[in-house]
């Protein structure tokens, strides 16, 4: 049996208004928060899952959107409430906001997941202070993926890409792996070359019953050996020879050429 959740996804900060990009280093965190978060609610929608968009793209004031983010989260229940943030200030690795540092299977999972792509992993931490943490109802993670001002997580989150971020953050929430699919390019090349090997299986077999221009000019010297010293006869019809015979005339002929030496 699939255990469903209903689950809050906060893509952090806002894109215009306050408080506005967030942290801001090799990477702009309003950005990367939305590259991670929609792809975190397509994975759990995919998987059917219910997911509560609970990002605020415009607000006039920082209380202002994190009054609109707990309202949207607080809308309904939920069984989780994630907000997805990225970290500054001369750090690096990943790390969990949770209330009261309470180490939840998923906060736990989270690190554990993001620290196997190659974070370093900073832990569960106290986010009692944090609004949408505090005045969540449901159980609330304010994750950190990684530091924006910092080139070697930079260079380490390129290198995955908001997809990896995704999948890793969906396994340490779920407690399940991604299944790897196909994309639509991936699955069209596929069908191209089951289609081309189906037409060379249907393609008629090549007989070759005389050593003329029909036969390949490599097997012509290896061909009359053989039928020289008896190994193969022809019928009225002619020699009857298909590719794979054409080719054990060959390694016949070398074998013995090899022997003679």
């Known amino acids: 049996m699939v255990i469903t959740m209903k689950i809050g996804i906060n893509c952090g900060h806002t894109v215009n208004g306050q408080p506005g990009s967030g942290a801001v280093g090799f990477l702009n965190e309003s950005d990367e928060t939305r590259n991670v978060g929609y792809k975190l609610i397509e994975l759990l929608r995919a998987e059917g899952h219910t997911v509560v968009d609970c990002t605020n793209d415009y607000a006039e004031s920082t209380n202002a959107n994190l009054n609109e983010i707990v309202r949207l989260a607080n809308s309904q229940p939920l069984d989780l409430f994630v907000s997805i943030h990225f970290n500054s ?16 299977t998923e906060a736990v999972s989270v690190c554990d997941k993001l620290h196997e792509l190659g974070f370093e992993n900073r832990g569960v931490k106290d986010g009692s202070r944090l609004a949408v943490v505090r005045r969540s109802d449901a159980k609330a993670l304010l994750i950190e993926v990684c530091f924006v001002d910092s080139e070697a997580d930079l260079q380490l989150y390129q290198k995955l890409g908001a997809d990896k971020i995704a999948q890793a953050i969906y396994s340490g929430i779920t407690g399940k ?3 790897e699919r196909m994309d639509m390019e991936e699955l069209k090349n596929l069908t191209e070359r089951v289609k081309a090997l189906e037409n060379k299986l249907n393609e008629p077999e090549m007989i070759y019953n005389y050593i003329d221009s029909n036969m390949p000019q490599w097997a012509h010297e290896a061909v009359q050996w053989c039928v020289d010293n008896g190994i193969i006869q022809g019928t009225g019809e002619g020699l009857g020879l298909n590719d794979t015979k054409l080719w054990l005339c060959v390694v016949m002929y070398r074998l013995a050429m090899l022997l003679e030496k």
Request: net charge negative; with cysteine.
């Open 89 to 104: 200030g001369g750090g690096k690795g990943c790390e969990v906001f949770t209330y009261g540092a309470a180490k939840h």
């Open 177 to 179: 792996e991604i299944e």
